[in-house]
Nanobody, 115 residues
């Protein structure tokens, strides 16, 4: 069994920054690729960024250059630094392994971008 516990969300103005955290309760965390996903109101959950077990990263075009994923294997934690946020970044943000374990989604953390 595995748990993903996301935190760090909140209300932020357009152009602002937030840092999201995800603690993973799983042994051998360091061998898994991780991803951040988000679900905006009325839309399906989407993958926005991944990080491999050795630190290689990928981003979808909509967040590339604004968001940064990183990980600390000693702390079983993956981070999402969100800079220059836009209104369309409003969503619930989740972390999971990549590809995701569908039966183990966490509660997510709400990010609301509003002026």
């Amino acid at each position: 069994q595995v748990q993903f516990v996301e935190s760090g969300g909140g209300l932020v103005q357009p152009g602002g920054s937030l840092r999201l955290f995800c603690v993973v309760s799983r042994r051998l965390f360091s061998i898994y690729a991780m991803g951040w996903y988000r679900q905006a109101p009325g839309k399906q959950r989407e993958l926005i960024t991944t990080i491999s077990n050795d630190g290689r990263t990928n981003y979808v075009d909509s967040v590339n250059g604004r968001f940064t994923i990183s990980r600390d294997n000693a702390k079983n934690t993956v981070y999402l630094q969100m800079d220059f946020v836009k209104l369309e970044d409003t969503a619930v943000y989740y972390c999971n392994v990549h590809p995701p374990l569908q039966e183990y989604w966490g509660q997510g953390t709400q990010v609301t971008v509003a002026s």
